[in-house]
């Protein structure tokens, strides 16, 4: 053995040893914000992480109603502060910006405040997402870390990890000096990969939580064919699509009344009743424009 050899070897065994007698004083309880576009992979890359802290042993807490994974606790997100999870969970949070946005400070309550502050002691680790940084400045403040969700290739997902660098700028003649933090791509070896079509049946991405009526319309009576060919090609579009729309409203219908697994949970038998008349009058409203077009008189 030569003498790079051993000093490899040494090396290697400082390091070993080093890790096993400082690891007790990590902590892996720490609070990251996850943030991209419409559709990027937010709920993707937590639905895996999930599933990989359920393989752990730890607990999974959640206030997304989309989420399918079995054992997952879900719970009101109004009630965190008051209430807070059993040591050793995971605690996701979906859009945030919607609930704690930065400009209603006012209904940030202090129960919920002292909550992220202490977070580390309750042993909970957080990932909470929204599409932009637009969470109440207590939130930000106490964050750890930061990913970026990108969509590759319409199947793949990547979290790029962001570090957060604090710095102190020095005073000037107009302002004083003040620490400020400096955001940073990590190394790719910190990135989160997520193929979509291995995980996308663990989460309903089609769930709305608030099911509304559709908006009140006056629709446009249809073209005069006549001789134009401009017009008769628009009637004939227009009779597609209406044609198109009827079918899928159809099918929606079908798997809405035969295959109750495909239904999006809304909650209450109230809202599936809403939702079946939504469709039916949609389905119905898409064949009678279908007609009307057929029907339509020649100039």
């Known amino acids: 053995m030569n ?3 051993k000093l490899a070897v040494i090396i290697f065994s400082t390091v070993m040893v080093w890790d096993m007698l400082t690891r007790k004083y990590l902590n892996p309880f720490k609070l990251y914000f996850i943030f991209g576009a419409k559709g990027a992979g937010k709920t993707i890359t937590e639905t895996k992480l999930a599933v990989q802290y359920m393989k752990k042993g730890w607990l999974v807490y959640s206030d997304m109603p989309e989420l399918l994974i079995p054992g997952v606790r879900r719970f009101n997100w109004k009630e965190l502060g008051d209430f807070v ?5 995971l605690l996701i949070l979906s859009e945030v ?3 704690w946005d930065k400009r209603n400070f006012k209904d940030f309550k202090p129960s919920l405040r002292d ?4 977070q ?3 042993k909970v680790v957080c990932y909470m997402d929204s599409q932009s940084y637009d969470v109440d400045l207590k939130i930000r403040d106490r964050c750890d870390g930061m990913f970026l969700c990108q969509n590759v290739l319409r199947v793949w997902c990547i979290a790029k990890r962001i570090y957060k660098h604090p710095e102190i700028l020095e005073a000037t003649g107009e302002q004083e000096s003040r620490i400020v933090e400096n955001l940073k791509i990590a190394p790719l070896t910190s990135w989160l990969f997520t193929f979509i079509p291995a995980w996308c049946n663990l989460y309903d991405t089609n769930y709305i ?3 509304k009526p559709y908006l009140t319309y006056e629709e446009i009576p249809p073209l005069p064919t006549g001789t134009n060919r401009r017009a008769r090609k628009v009637a004939r579009d227009l009779e597609r ?7 899928k409203l159809r099918r929606r219908q079908w798997l809405h009344e035969h295959l109750p697994h495909r239904r999006r949970p809304i909650g209450t038998e109230d809202d599936d009743t809403l939702r079946d008349d939504f469709l039916t009058n949609a389905a119905i409203e898409a064949e009678q424009t279908v007609r009307i077009n057929k029907e339509a008189p020649e100039a």
């Open 241 to 247: 699509g209406a044609a198109k729309r009827a079918r």
């Open 85 to 89: 999870p059993e040591e050793n969970s």
């Open 209 to 211: 939580i608030d099911q």
């Open 120 to 122: 580390r002691k309750y």
């Open 97 to 99: 910006g919607t609930k």
């Open 115 to 118: 909550f992220f502050v202490f």
């Open 3 to 5: 003498f790079l050899t």
